[in-house]
């Protein structure tokens, strides 16, 4: 399905779904893929009731067989000199959608995403936020719009206690990139129903 591909995997500071997330890692590896992990500085230093950076990082690179890029040093040579088939920034926090979406690369993972752009690759986001209905609304339909930029379908997570915070469906996530790479198509439905 994605045999031989080089799969960018950004991960950004919305520490509560990493549980969910980074085991989705495994099922890259499972249709051929390699994938390369990248994350923000606040997932290196953030230690929550989550687990600490150490931790993850740790996780992510057993499951991965790889080193994960920290620095935006690190992350630029993801243009022309060292491409990716894809990038995905999963989780993506409202924090990071705001900043892509305005052309902002201050975070190795940003700057990875701008890198594969550059490439005319595909760039897949994995939402994870309690403003994307809010002020944030704005960020994510500018980034629907946008070139070479796709999402993982996504829902409210919580409609009653936070109305105003949606969430990818990350099992979807690989059937997102492939879509992405082979067909340059939106995976749909791109909004379902996903309550906790």
């Known amino acids: 399905m994605l045999t031989g591909k080089r799969i960018g995997l950004g991960i950004t500071a919305s520490h509560c779904t990493y549980e969910d997330v980074i085991p989705k890692i495994q099922n890259f590896i499972?249709?051929?893929?390699?994938?390369?992990?990248?994350?923000?500085?606040?997932?290196?230093?953030?230690?929550?009731?989550?687990?600490?950076?150490?931790?993850?990082?740790?996780?992510?690179?057993?499951?991965?067989?790889?080193?994960?890029?920290?620095?935006?040093?690190?992350?630029?040579?993801?243009?022309?000199?060292?491409?990716?088939?894809?990038?995905?920034?999963?989780?993506?926090?409202?924090?990071?959608?705001?900043?892509?979406?305005?052309?902002?690369?201050?975070?190795?993972?940003?700057?990875?995403?701008?890198?594969?752009?550059?490439?005319?690759?595909?760039?897949?986001?994995?939402?994870?936020?309690?403003?994307?209905?809010?002020?944030?609304?704005i960020n994510i339909m500018k980034l629907l719009n946008a070139k070479n930029i796709y999402f993982i379908p996504f829902g409210q997570d919580s409609p009653h206690s936070k109305p105003n915070s949606l969430i990818a469906d990350f099992e979807q996530m690989v059937d997102t990139v492939h879509a992405a790479i082979t067909q340059k198509t939106q995976l749909q439905p791109l909004l379902i129903q996903y309550f906790k």
Do not use: C, Q, Y
């Open 30 to 137: 499972d249709v051929g893929a390699t994938v390369i992990p990248i994350i923000t500085h606040s997932v290196l230093h953030a230690a929550t009731r989550f687990g600490t950076g150490e931790e993850w990082i740790a996780k992510i690179e057993a499951l991965t067989g790889e080193k994960v890029i920290s620095s935006i040093k690190e992350a630029e040579p993801f243009g022309p000199s060292n491409p990716l088939d894809a990038m995905v920034i999963a989780p993506m926090t409202g924090n990071s959608i705001s900043k892509f979406a305005n052309a902002a690369t201050d975070s190795p993972v940003l700057m990875a995403a701008k890198a594969t752009l550059r490439n005319g690759s595909p760039v897949v986001l994995g939402i994870s936020t309690n403003d994307a209905l809010g002020l944030n609304g």
